[in-house]
């Protein structure tokens, strides 16, 4: 599958020649930022690992410890996040927002509605190989209600294949009298049918639901749930309908109003940099009155901006 991602591999990629053009940039005083950024947002994620292993090799030194040493803050975080393998990248995350003080739910809520079966699969077994720990365990604790259920089932990584024909009025109708006909809602029917089916099969459902009751899904879901749970059931409803149109939501509101989720907005900058920025910048520009390089631009700064900049590539102005 071509890679709708705005970073790609370097066509004459030379390991050594970029270890060492990155130890030229940390040596002796002051830090050569900007080569720095230059080079690692022009190789893909698997070179950047061909040139941490070289570094070692010639240098003695790891890069990335060598890296965080010589960087600070929001533009520190960038680039180790870029310098980590994709599936650690998100074992690391979830882990941070399990056990860090309180839970994220937002990067529970972000990943595991978003990523595919085999990634979850590969995460799950990524968080067991680094913890040593059961990553569903470890979230079941940290959770509670149908919020817990959804990401249980989320974490089986099992939806179905395809679109299942004669069952789209059903899952409809079950939505249906689960939540606007309902006195209170009945969870459990949203938890099961938007956990378990596939998203060509959600997408029809959600044609026949908005038929059957006149709302669009994720009004309904607005109005019957709240809290964590309707975080989740939204985000899956959305990454249905289109991956990167959650994720041009999920950016815009990281930047929208006053402060900036800068932790949001380098999760995702990073971990859809290979796989479908140009089309999560193509939603971005549709849904929304800016391109994404313009709302960066006009809210971050320094080489923390130079570098998101170059990962999102262009501006659709």
């Known amino acids: 599958m071509a890679s709708?991602?705005?970073?790609?591999?370097?066509?004459?990629?030379?390991?050594?020649?970029d270890a060492e053009v990155l130890h030229k940039a940390m040596k002796g005083l002051g830090t050569d930022e900007d080569s720095i950024l230059q080079l690692l947002t022009a190789r893909s994620n698997a070179q950047r690992q061909e040139i941490k292993a070289t570094y070692k090799t010639l240098f003695g030194k790891d890069l990335v410890s060598d890296l965080k040493g010589e960087l600070g803050g929001k533009f520190e975080t960038l680039i180790v996040g870029l310098m980590t393998p994709p599936i650690a990248y998100d074992v690391t995350s979830l882990r941070n927002a399990i056990k860090g003080a309180g839970t994220d739910e937002k990067v529970l809520v972000e990943i595991l509605s978003s990523r595919t079966c085999q990634q979850v699969k590969d995460i799950i077994a990524g968080y067991r190989q680094e913890y040593d720990d059961n990553l569903e365990e470890d979230v079941c604790g940290d959770t509670s209600g149908h919020f817990?259920?959804?990401?249980?089932?989320?974490?089986?990584?099992?939806?179905?294949?395809?679109?299942?024909?004669?069952?789209?009025?059903?899952?409809?109708?079950?939505?249906?009298?689960?939540?606007?006909?309902?006195?209170?809602?009945?969870?459990?029917?949203?938890?099961?049918?938007?956990?378990?089916?596939?998203?060509?099969?959600?997408?029809?459902?959600?044609?026949?639901y908005m038929k059957l009751s006149g709302f669009e899904m994720e009004e309904s879901i607005q109005r019957e749930t709240s809290g964590a749970l309707r975080d989740l059931l939204l985000a899956v409803v959305k990454c249905a309908r289109?991956?990167?149109?959650?994720?041009?939501?999920?950016?815009?509101?990281?930047?929208?109003?006053?402060?900036?989720?800068?932790?949001?907005?380098?999760?995702?900058?990073?971990?859809?940099?290979?796989?479908?920025?140009?089309?999560?910048?193509?939603?971005?520009?549709?849904?929304?009155?800016?391109?994404?390089?313009?709302?960066?631009?006009g809210d971050t700064g320094g080489d923390y901006r130079k570098a998101l900049l170059l990962l999102c590539g262009g501006d659709d102005a």
Request: aromatic share 8%.
């Open 4 to 17: 709708r991602g705005t970073v790609k591999a370097s066509g004459n990629f030379k390991a050594s020649e």
């Open 148 to 208: 817990k259920r959804l990401l249980v089932i989320l974490l089986q990584a099992n939806r179905q294949k395809g679109i299942q024909g004669g069952e789209i009025e059903n899952d409809a109708q079950a939505l249906f009298k689960a939540g606007e006909q309902h006195f209170g809602t009945d969870e459990q029917a949203f938890v099961t049918i938007l956990g378990n089916r596939s998203a060509e099969h959600l997408r029809k459902v959600f044609d026949a």
């Open 242 to 297: 289109s991956v990167p149109g959650y994720f041009a939501e999920t950016l815009y509101y990281s930047m929208k109003g006053a402060g900036t989720d800068d932790n949001t907005l380098i999760r995702v900058m990073v971990s859809r940099s290979e796989v479908d920025m140009l089309d999560i910048r193509a939603e971005f520009r549709r849904k929304f009155a800016c391109s994404l390089h313009s709302m960066i631009r």
